[in-house]
């Protein structure tokens, strides 16, 4: 049996197993259209014996790190939102208004980044995790990580310009 026709027999069955383990149906669903992607984009290269094993490991590979990545994005955005209580006790309530204001056009950006371009940005600004690497985990090139970083960079850019001047 080939891959893509696994995929078609045991979608719904990826879908449930991913749910009851993160208890998520849509993220979930977003996790078994990544897998299927990535096997349309980048069929293994040794035949896999079973098909409905190997699917299962990768989806719950692809979730994993899928789930680790929103966890330190949350993380961030919480840490983050307090940071001009913390980072700066004597500025007056007109600055911090400010910071929080560019904090918020910031996270808003970032969110509305294509999500691949997000997960790589997040990966390497956030994580500190090399580009390479990122690449081996999200299954493309170092190329296309460069140009997930360089599109995020042109969003964020002009936010903090115009309001960090």
């Known amino acids: 049996m080939s891959l893509a026709t696994a995929l078609v027999q045991h979608y719904d069955d990826l879908v449930n197993h991913l749910?009851?383990?993160?208890?998520?149906?849509?993220?979930?669903?977003e996790v078994v259209h990544d897998v299927c992607v990535r096997i349309l984009a980048e069929p293994p290269h040794e035949a896999v014996h079973t098909p409905q094993a190997f699917l299962r490991r990768l989806s719950v590979d692809l979730a994993i790190?899928?789930?680790r990545v929103d966890t330190g994005r949350r993380a961030w955005v919480k840490s983050m939102a307090d940071v001009p209580e913390?980072?700066?006790p004597g500025a007056s309530p007109e600055a911090q208004y400010a910071f929080q204001q560019t904090l918020t056009a910031l996270i808003?950006?970032?969110?509305?980044l294509p999500p691949r371009c997000r997960d790589v940005f997040i990966l390497h600004q956030l994580h500190d995790i090399p580009q390479a690497?990122?690449?081996e985990r999200l299954g493309i090139s170092r190329n296309m990580v460069a140009q997930h970083m360089m599109r995020a960079m042109r969003s964020i850019r002009p936010v903090l310009h115009a309001n960090l001047g």
């Open 19 to 29: 749910r009851r383990r993160f208890g998520d149906p849509g993220f979930a669903r």
């Open 65 to 67: 790190d899928r789930h």
């Open 86 to 88: 913390t980072e700066s």
């Open 108 to 112: 808003r950006t970032i969110e509305n």
């Open 133 to 135: 690497e990122i690449a």
